[in-house]
């Protein structure tokens, strides 16, 4: 049996500072607690922050993932992989736009997509003109997939 190492980020640890409890605080007392005040602030700093033109604020990962593969032009009849080892929402948010999808299997090893598995599929479905629009690699409990090795396919 393989064992994948947990001790890099503990899973659902959190830090919450004082100050954080001030600002949720601030937005509850605020009379509009959706939509309010806050919501163009942050999407205004973090654009600043990233060095972008744009920035949307959505209530979940699943929404930020709909929306890119809608900015991506995902549509019925293209093709989205994403990881075996998932949430739904990396499924799902092809299966919005009505794309295809299929997974690549993870490395046992680090629970993240595996590379030479991705790589042989890629070139199979390059030669049945097949690929993927899209290819959503799934970063888990910490640790990041190799984007390097992925962008190089």
Known sequence: MIEINKDFLPYGKHEILEEDIQNVSNVLRNKNLTQGEYVPNFENNLAKKVNS?????VNSATSALHIACMALGLKKGDILWTSTNSFVASANCGLYCGADINFIDI??????MDIELLANKLALAKSENKLPKIIIPVHFAGSSCDMQAIFSL
Not at 53 to 57: Q, T, V
Not at 107 to 112: A, D, F
Request: glycine letters at 10%.
């Open 53 to 57: 033109k744009y920035c949307i604020a």
């Open 107 to 112: 490395n046992p090893s680090n629970g993240l």
